[in-house]
């Protein structure tokens, strides 16, 4: 005999998903998201938090934080979030909106200023941008 499932589901935030490209310069972005200064997972947030929310649509930081386990597929736990956070922020790539400036449930302006002085990687002599892999 087969029983329903019985199972409790969560209800996991949803932002709105971008209509339009997002308005940051492209070459901050690359820059951005190449800064050797900034944590792979740094990185991943900023992505995400640049990819055309419309203001005051993208996730807070603690919806963000807030998201189990589960909602992030195993994903890395919340203090490693929060200090990814706090590395954007240190490099003012993130800074609070004016409007939820006591922190709580606060929203994040992101600005990518900060990639002009981006801590690149040196290329390599013998490489070039293109390569066919031989």
Known sequence: MNTPDTTTTTTV???PVPTTAPAHD???FARAMRDMRLTWRAR??????TTGYTPGQGPTVSELVSLT???R???EGRDAFRKAVGELRTLGYLSPDATTASGVGERLVVDLAPAAGARMIPQRYGHSAFTDGS
Not at 44 to 49: S, V
């Open 26 to 28: 492209p070459a901050l």
């Open 44 to 49: 991943g947030i900023l992505a995400e938090l």
């Open 73 to 75: 597929l195993a994903a």
């Open 13 to 15: 935030p949803q932002w």
């Open 69 to 71: 386990r589960d909602d």
